[in-house]
């Protein structure tokens, strides 16, 4: 089966750090979230892509090449005006010909999807949504199921006064190739709005396939950052896992779990205590403590400064004894000069400077 990703959106509410690189390709304990999703996808046996691109097509492009490296095939398609969900996947349309696979391109889970492709050609119903309970169904789209489990309502971002359940869309879909015929070409449109509510008035069957496995959805900073935490706590707390080109000093305290990337240089009397992840090319001098943070690459962080719970995109220059505390959250190349301490929570635009 082949699958269609939608990495169009301009990922708005994960900014700052969608400002210079689209949400598809943040890192995701130090690997491209694409990569991290195409693993996944391969794991349940689709191994033809097709990439619909929007919003910095070419930073996407760069990073997978023709998907050689991840052992699949990958087809980009670019929108030179955004289509919606279902807009962008009937513009990939030369590239499908059977059932195919429809993912949100900001979705991390481990739901099983050879599963719910058994229970889709076993249900002969025309869609089949995969269904994810969340705490907070208002910014999702909730959707309403009979005793069969076939779909019978959706309502998309509802208010509170309208969450009849828990159940939310949780951006993956099968689709029979007939339904392409019903999106209009080169105009927007939605999936969630506009196909699957008229396919519902038509009388076709749509079927969830609820999963309790895990789902999050990487669409802000605060979930970006427990993405990792989550994933990273599973991995344990024995878990550290160091690039053999990186030197981490004897004296160092590393307590896990803990990812250091590629060429990072980390003096004696830092303490790195997990979850936490160091990219590539990172120098954190003798003091450093850094605790339940993400760095992206080439960050220095100066003597006796203090990363606690945040996210500091690449390029960073935190200075000594800088305080950078829990739901921070920096753009690319932003410098803090020595002594700085940020509030809580407090969000960075790129190159800026903060002293
Ligand atoms: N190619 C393309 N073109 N992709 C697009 C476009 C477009 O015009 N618009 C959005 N996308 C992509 C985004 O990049 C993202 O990967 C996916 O489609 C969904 O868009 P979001 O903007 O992230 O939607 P959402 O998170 O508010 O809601 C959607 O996802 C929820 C689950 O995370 C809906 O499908 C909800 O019903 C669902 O619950
Ligand atoms: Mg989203």
Redesign the pocket.
Known sequence: MKAVI????E?TRLRPLTWKRP??IVPILNQPFLEYLIDYLKGHGIEEIIL???YLPDPIQECLGDGTKLGVRLHYVV?DT????S??VKNVEAYLDESFLVF????ITSIDLTKMIKQHQESKSVVSIALTPVDNPT???VIETDEHGRVTRFV??PGWDEVTTNM????IYILEHEVLARIQAAK?SM??HDIFPSLLIDGQPIMGYSSESYWI?I?TPEKYLKVHQDLLRKKGGQFVKVDSTSHIDMQAKVEGPVIVGQNCVISGDVSIKGPAVIGAGCRLDSGAVIEGAVLWDQIHVGKGARLVDCVVATGGRIHDDCLIPSGCVLGDNVELEPGYMMSEGTKVEPDTTLG
């Open positions: 939608l990495v169009g959106g990922g949400k598809a619909a691109m929007g929108e955004p289509l919606g969900t807009g962008a949100n391109g900001d979705i910014i999702y789209g998309e971002k939310i869309n949780a951006g927007p999936f969630e959805d669409g």
